[in-house]
């Protein structure tokens, strides 16, 4: 199973980057990295995924170095909106049986 | 498309009676996943079907716990009978093998 590690707070102020990481030492050659973000009385939602070097969408980029053995989700300037748990999980394209979320990272943004 | 549909949004019930949730996924995606999220132990995959058929239920916390997806817009899971350990929020989700959409969730509590 890969499993993932990550901080399970942190705490930013409005207009700051924010960068979590997620260790996930057992990763396989065929997984990939998938990053959701889960505000309170909702369910969590998509917001990045990668397999390695760096991508970028419009909410954030997500960082992947060459032994995949950890990610870094990178959110740019952030705002009081983007508090929230945010989740890494690992997904193997064999199917969703070691999928989990975990308690994930409560990113706290203060003004 | 409305998204994820769940019902009820919240349900309240004594201990030793059947619960019954129930999720209409989004139309098209194949696989869909039951989650329970409590704060001890975060975010948890309980069982996920593709095409109506259960792919894995070892998330299911013990025999009392039971899902059903009789065609492709319709699952249930059913706690029976209920406990007041089973109190949590449960969430259904629907892909089309990538992102998962995550429905508004059930708050259950078991009194």
């Known amino acids: 199973l890969a499993k993932t590690t990550q901080p399970i707070s942190m705490d930013s102020y409005e207009g700051q980057e924010v960068n979590i990481t997620c260790s996930h030492n057992n990763i396989a050659t065929n997984d990939y990295i998938t990053w959701y973000q889960q505000f309170p009385s909702q369910g969590p939602r998509f917001i990045i995924q990668?397999?390695?070097t760096k991508v970028t969408n419009e909410v954030a980029s997500l960082f992947i170095p060459a032994d995949r053995k950890s990610s870094t989700l990178s959110l740019p300037r952030v705002s009081l909106s983007d508090t929230a748990v945010y989740y890494c999980?690992?997904?193997?394209?064999?199917?969703?049986?070691?999928?989990?979320f975990g308690k994930g990272t409560m990113l706290l943004v203060s003004p | 498309d409305a998204g994820v549909i769940q019902s009820p949004r919240h349900e309240v019930t004594e201990m030793g009676q059947e619960v019954t949730l129930r999720c209409k996924p989004i139309?098209?995606?194949?696989?869909l996943f039951w989650y329970r999220q409590t704060m001890m132990r975060g975010l948890e995959l309980l069982i996920y079907?593709?095409?109506?058929?259960?792919?894995?239920d070892s998330g299911m916390p013990e025999d009392r716990f039971s899902a059903k997806m009789p065609n492709a817009s319709f699952s249930t899971l059913k706690i029976q009978p209920s406990e007041p350990r089973d109190s949590a929020v449960y969430f259904c989700a629907s892909s089309a093998r990538g992102e998962q959409f995550f429905g508004p969730g059930t708050r259950l509590t078991v009194l």
């Open positions: 999980l690992v997904v193997g394209l064999s199917g969703y049986s070691t999928l989990t």
């Open positions: 990668g397999y390695k």
């Open positions: 079907f593709n095409n109506n058929v259960p792919i894995d």
């Open positions: 139309s098209g995606h194949d696989y």
